[in-house]
């Protein structure tokens, strides 16, 4: 079973950045590139939302809320995924978790980590 451990989030002031970090465990760096992957984002009373997505093939997909905003990227040798997250408003304010999922379908998360954005 494939583990995420997160970091990064915290509180930020609007117009502020972070950087939320996914690293994976329990896998064989070889097939970190098989896997899409994705941050989430559950703001208190709303469903989980895709925030960002990285598919095996190189593709990229954002929230129209975040375009412009936020990058996903990923480093295959530190089998990592990160989250860059540019002026930040309150808006953006939730738990943020990343998603990895496998070539046959298996879903793994992270714990999950608080972003809050507030003067």
């Known amino acids: 079973q494939v583990q995420l451990v997160q970091s990064g989030g915290g509180l930020v002031r609007p117009g502020g950045s972070l950087r939320l970090s996914c690293a994976a465990s329990?896998?064989?760096?070889?097939?970190?590139?098989?896997?899409?992957m994705g941050w989430y984002r559950q703001a208190p009373g709303k469903q989980r939302e895709l925030v960002a997505g990285s598919t095996s093939g190189g593709s990229t997909n954002y929230a129209d809320s975040v375009k412009g905003r936020f990058s996903i990227s990923r480093d295959n040798s530190k089998k990592s995924v990160y989250l860059q997250m540019n002026s930040l408003i309150p808006e953006d304010t939730a738990v943020y978790y990343c998603n990895f999922v496998s070539s046959s379908g298996v879903t793994s998360w992270g714990q999950g980590t608080q972003v809050t954005v507030s003067s």
């Open positions: 329990r896998m064989i760096t070889s097939t970190f590139r098989t896997y899409d």
